[in-house]
């Protein structure tokens, strides 16, 4: 959990992808810049980043912004880009996971990983970093 005097963050991680809020706490709409956001992998590598709305037809394109009206809560999930897998024509998202639940799921024990969350707060872009540390990992 993150806050600040303006903006509530709570980010879950899962092995699937990072889940989060945000809470608008002040009366005026922010706005989340999708294309100027990047993911750090657990491997340190940085790409794009993909929410909800992304579709791997559209990976290589600009994403549309995202406003939270003022004293609104917005909820999305997170990944790399590239993590994005052809749905073979249907409409869904489909994409790898963030963490393996199988024998190389050990490999990110200690890792760290997150995403550089870009907002247009009252004209001005500014930078919210969010990193989680893999404590431990269990094959299933």
């Not at 050990?106 to 997150?114: C, L, S």
């Not at 707060?121 to 969010?130: I, W």
Request: with cysteine.
């Amino acid at each position: 959990v993150w806050e600040d005097v303006r903006y509530l963050s709570i980010g879950r991680p899962s092995p699937e992808a990072l889940y989060f809020q945000v809470e608008n706490r002040k009366d005026m709409p922010v706005t989340i810049e999708w294309d100027r956001c990047t993911f750090v992998d657990p491997f340190g590598r940085t790409d794009k980043v993909a929410h909800a709305t992304t579709r791997y037809a559209d990976r290589y394109g600009s994403q549309p912004s995202t406003q939270i009206s003022g004293l609104q809560r917005y909820g999305d999930y997170l990944l790399p880009l590239e993590y994005l897998v052809d749905p073979a024509g249907r409409p869904d998202q489909l994409h790898r996971p963030l963490f393996p639940e199988d024998s190389s799921a050990p490999q990110f024990t200690d890792r760290v990983f997150g995403v550089d969350l870009v907002m247009d707060v009252e004209g001005s872009l500014r930078t919210y970093r969010f990193r989680f540390k893999v404590e431990s990992v269990t094959p299933r």
